[in-house]
């Protein structure tokens, strides 16, 4: 029985987090939520009766996954900085301040022209 | 279409996906092969005790060996990432906590990566979890700013990235050079073998892990990336 309340909270959890992740305002929090996202994930899995993915959810999943995403959201502040204090790109949506806004028009933006400057 | 409006067709499509899966996990048919009766019946020729590493790297070895392949050739796209900002730090200053951290973890995350690998014949590890665990400490001392090497064009880091994957494939030729079907291991040289392999898909992962942190683009306060093109017809909504 307790068991089974167990993986009730865990699933709750599972999705709350996803939730979160998904919808969340900021960027930084978002990537935080998808760190807590693949820890919980890694006990979903042993709960399966799956420990070696487990392992292996938790070391990448959480850890390595999490470390990229970090990195790209510092690489995304940067560019923003540097665009905002240079010409103005046709889409931008102005100051540095709105990263906290909509992240889905930001990702767009920013992913159109990355493989633009990783050409140069 | 209004973001609103995407919200609610995709949270559709994925209730009604939700719903489907449901229904077909509960009226799935009673498969005619019992798989795990097969593995475990075939356990005593896998050269190893625990069931995971066995189809891994015994049974199903070929889809393991393509699995590298396909982790080889992730290193070689993160190496056509490489841009200015994955040139080496600068001298860092000592940071007294995450220093006496770091040196204290390092050698403690080398030796679960080894226990992970050895204990992979008998108990949940393997090469995977492994050289998971090596990325991860060399991500650790790339994040502190530890003077680690980079995996970039020299000759070390590619033999380091196609390290595994040679292994693999000498085994897999030499076994149709002894006249075998391709990766059919002798049965009492089968335990050393897999244990030769999954150390060097150790070495191997732990290496393709750490180039993909390393060749990211990276931010590094007071170096400006390069300067952004203007972008083309971006989409109006």
């Known amino acids: 029985m307790s068991t089974l309340a167990f993986d009730l909270v865990l699933g709750a959890a599972l999705v709350a987090t996803a939730v979160g992740a998904l919808f969340s305002g900021e960027l930084f929090r978002g990537v935080v939520l998808f760190v807590v996202f693949g820890l919980l ?22 850890g390595l996954t999490g470390a990229l995403l970090l990195d790209a959201i510092g690489h995304l502040k940067r560019r923003r900085a540097v665009s905002a204090s240079g010409d103005r790109a046709p889409g931008d949506r102005g100051p540095v301040d709105r990263i906290s806004g909509d992240s889905a028009s930001d990702h767009r933006a920013s992913g159109s022209s990355t493989p633009r400057e990783v050409a140069e | 279409m209004r973001a609103r409006g995407r919200q609610l067709v995709a949270g559709a499509v994925s209730a009604s996906l939700g719903v489907a899966l449901w229904q077909a996990i509960g009226a799935r048919p009673t498969p005619s092969v019992s798989l795990p009766t097969l593995v475990r019946d075939a356990m005593p020729m896998s050269g190893v005790s625990h069931d995971v590493t066995a189809v891994l790297l015994n049974f199903r070895s070929y889809d393991t060996l393509l699995e590298i392949a396909v982790l080889m050739t992730v290193a070689v796209v993160a190496l056509a990432l490489r841009d200015a900002s994955n040139q080496r730090a600068p001298a860092r200053r000592q940071q007294l906590v995450l220093d006496a951290l770091v040196w204290r973890l390092t050698p403690l995350l080398v030796l679960v990566a080894a226990y992970l ?28 700013g530890f003077p680690i090497a980079s995996v970039d064009h020299r000759f070390a880091s590619r033999v380091a990235v196609v390290f595994g994957l040679t292994v693999f494939l000498g085994v897999a030729i030499g076994t149709l050079l002894a006249g075998r079907s391709l990766l059919e291991f002798p049965v009492q040289w089968s335990g050393a073998l897999i244990l030769f392999i999954e150390a060097a898909l150790t070495v191997s992962i732990g290496v393709v892990l750490y180039s993909l942190f390393d060749n990211a683009p990276q931010a590094r306060l007071g170096e400006p990336t390069s300067a952004p093109s203007k972008p083309d017809a971006e989409p109006s909504r």
Request: hydrophobic share 65%; proline share 4%.
């Open chain 2, 117 to 144: 690998l050895w204990i992979g014949s008998s108990a949940p590890g393997g090469a995977f979890q492994a050289g998971a665990v090596l990325g991860g400490a060399a991500v650790l001392l790339r994040l502190s």
């Open chain 1, 41 to 62: 994930m890694a006990l979903a899995w042993v709960r399966l009766q799956a420990p070696d993915l487990a392992l292996a959810e938790a070391a990448i999943g959480a």
